[in-house]
């Protein structure tokens, strides 16, 4: 399924990469440690995460992550907008827990 | 293929704002160059791992990159507190990382077993209060059974 179908089913606000949304979500990955995400996350994941500053953008754009999801209706920072609009990754807000939007996401992704 | 590219960059100790800029910026260089993607993504985590604590532990670091048509030769070379106990830093989960590094996600203690995961020649040397020094060598040539 592509991004664009997941934002809309899920009811995501899209903060950037808009131009990005018809890529195919492959799988998922949820976690708050980059270092795991660096290590577990694979090419094509949607990244669910707390984490709102700008150093998840290198993560997604190193591991070519289809995007990310930032939980409990948190906005990224100004400036992980602006890295995040430079590196074309798409970035969506949604007002639901990890755990709500993860149990969504599993039965559209898997 | 005619694969050859060497090049330094150099990184700033403390500058979170830059994480994994120089790293993101490797990747893109090697993805032009041709480098295959499942090499791409070994030398990712290794450059970024390596980046990243450059700038959460020592005063300034360089990380040396080059590559042939045989192999990607990374090295992480810093200016900093050095490392007390190489074998426990080694260790998964062990870290030092202050709370400030933990709030930003850092500090896991997965940062050298995920390198030396991805590499398939790893050395490390360091001495306190001088710095640290990591060889990272990831063969293009031999069939190994992708890692990561
Ligand atoms: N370049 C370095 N200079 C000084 N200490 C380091 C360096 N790299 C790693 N260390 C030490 O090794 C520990 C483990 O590193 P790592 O596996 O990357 O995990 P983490 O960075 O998450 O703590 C660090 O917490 C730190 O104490
Ligand atoms: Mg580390």
């Known amino acids: ?110 | 293929m005619n694969l050859s590219y060497e090049n330094s960059f150099e990184i700033q100790g403390g500058n979170f704002k830059k994480a994994g800029d120089i790293s993101v910026q490797i990747k893109k260089v090697l993805q032009n160059l041709g480098v295959p993607r499942a090499i791409l993504r070994r030398v990712a985590i290794a450059v970024y791992e390596s980046e990243i604590n450059i700038i959460s532990y020592a005063n300034k670091g360089i990380i040396h990159i080059q590559v042939s048509p045989e192999t990607v030769s990374i090295e992480a070379e810093d200016e900093g507190p050095g490392i007390e106990n190489i074998e426990l830093a080694m260790r998964a989960g062990y870290s030092t990382a202050t709370d400030k590094i933990r709030e930003m996600g850092f500090g896991a203690g997965m940062g050298i077993p995920n390198i030396i995961n991805c590499s398939d020649t790893f050395n490390i040397t360091s001495e306190v209060n001088k710095g640290t020094h990591l060889t990272m060598i990831i063969q293009l040539t031999n069939n190994q059974e992708e890692k990561n």
């Open chain 1, 1 to 110: 399924m592509d991004l664009s179908s997941i934002a809309e089913k899920l009811n995501l606000r899209i903060v950037c990469g808009h131009q990005k949304l018809s890529v195919q979500v492959t799988g998922g990955y949820v976690g708050d440690l980059l270092s795991d995400v660096m290590a577990n996350s694979r090419e094509g994941y949607i990244w669910i995460t707390r984490q709102t500053h700008q150093n998840i953008v290198a993560v997604a754009s190193l591991k070519e992550l289809a995007g990310i999801i930032l939980v409990n209706g948190k906005d990224p920072e100004e400036d992980t907008l602006e890295k995040a609009t430079a590196e074309g990754i798409p970035i969506f807000v949604t007002e639901l827990s990890a755990f709500d939007i993860v149990g969504e996401l599993y039965t559209i992704v898997s």
